[in-house]
């Protein structure tokens, strides 16, 4: 297997758990609060590793308690770290609100995230250009996601950029054409295309469009309704993996860990899409971001009973 290079956030996530979620203006009590090592990245990478492939997460964090936090969560992760402590730079912070359905609203402080510059990437070059697959997310600074890019494709890797937040202003395709594939979830393809894709065929159609922009493809994961792609001449749909989920906080960073993993080792797009929705699915199933990850192990236990 090839290695797996995440450029990307890190965050401490504060996570409320509602009964319902509350009108402009009203103050409700929550259910539960907790603290947990989160961001895309941290998440990404985590997820990549628990799933089997060879990872190193580039970022960065301030100097301060939670940035002390999140490098010793990370230390235990299993994954090599190459961490900027920043001084003067608070460390980035995601605060969660989950509603009694699972769905959930998300604010992010970016903090160090924001920080990280072309200059921290450039010192890690030689970890980047070992890759087969470099995974991006848009919660770092663009600048610094180009230049990973950049090095990764100059190597050969495959550079898989997961648009979230979504863009605002859109990229132009210049930028676009800088990554190979994209991962938007619905709401990111419609920003990115105009128009929301609601049904999978339309999610189809976001995708074929989406590699227009100068991209070899597009995988658009549609939640509850499963995950559209076109790639390489490979196009699809797949209908989502059912099961009772409690907290959708880190199913798409799931997806995009897992899908990673599975490029790295040269799986064929539809078995590394349908290996990382059931990945995904799981996380689903238990509250958190990054400790609600499943292993390898965990995977085929979950599903154990279904293929029996």
């Known amino acids: ?41 941290a998440n990404q990478a985590i997820a990549a590793s ?19 936090d999140a490098s010793a969560q990370l230390r235990k992760s299993g994954i090599r770290i ?15 609100d989950v509603g009694p359905d699972g769905d959930n609203m998300i604010r992010l402080s970016s903090g160090a995230n924001g920080a990280l510059s072309r200059a921290h990437v450039e010192l890690y070059a030689n970890v980047i250009r070992e890759s087969g697959v470099v995974l991006l ?38 930028v676009f054409s800088c990554f190979d594939v994209l991962t938007p979830n619905a709401l990111e393809a419609g920003m990115l295309l105009g128009q929301q894709p609601v049904t999978l065929s339309e999610a189809q159609a976001a995708a074929d469009a989406l590699k227009e922009f100068g991209l070899r493809g597009a995988v658009v994961t549609m939640g509850e309704h499963g995950v559209a792609w076109s790639f390489d001449g490979s196009t699809g749909t797949l209908p989502a993996v059912q099961v009772k ?38 996380a689903t199933t238990r509250k958190g971001a990054s400790i609600s990850l499943p292993t390898l192990a965990e995977l085929e236990d979950f599903y154990a009973p279904i293929s029996a």
Request: net charge negative; with cysteine.
């Open 137 to 174: 997310q848009n919660e770092i600074g663009l600048k610094a996601s180009l230049e990973a890019a950049r090095l990764g494709r100059e190597a050969g890797a495959l550079i898989v950029m997961d648009p979230a937040p979504a863009p605002d202003p859109a990229w132009d395709t210049s």
């Open 1 to 41: 297997m090839n290695p797996v290079t995440v450029v990307g956030s890190i965050n401490i996530d504060l996570t409320n758990y509602l009964d319902r979620w509350p009108v402009v203006g009203e103050t409700v009590t929550v259910r539960e609060t907790t603290s947990t090592l989160g961001g895309k990245g």
């Open 245 to 282: 989920s409690l907290d959708t906080v880190a199913a798409g960073d799931c997806f995009n860990g897992a899908l990673a993993a599975c490029l790295a080792k040269g799986d064929k797009i539809g078995d590394a899409i349908s290996f990382a929705m059931r990945a995904a699915a799981i």
């Open 50 to 68: 628990r799933l089997g492939a060879d990872v190193t997460l580039i970022g960065a964090v301030g100097k301060d308690g939670f940035g002390q």
């Open 82 to 96: 190459q961490l900027a402590e920043l001084p003067h730079i608070a460390t980035g912070l995601a605060f969660i």
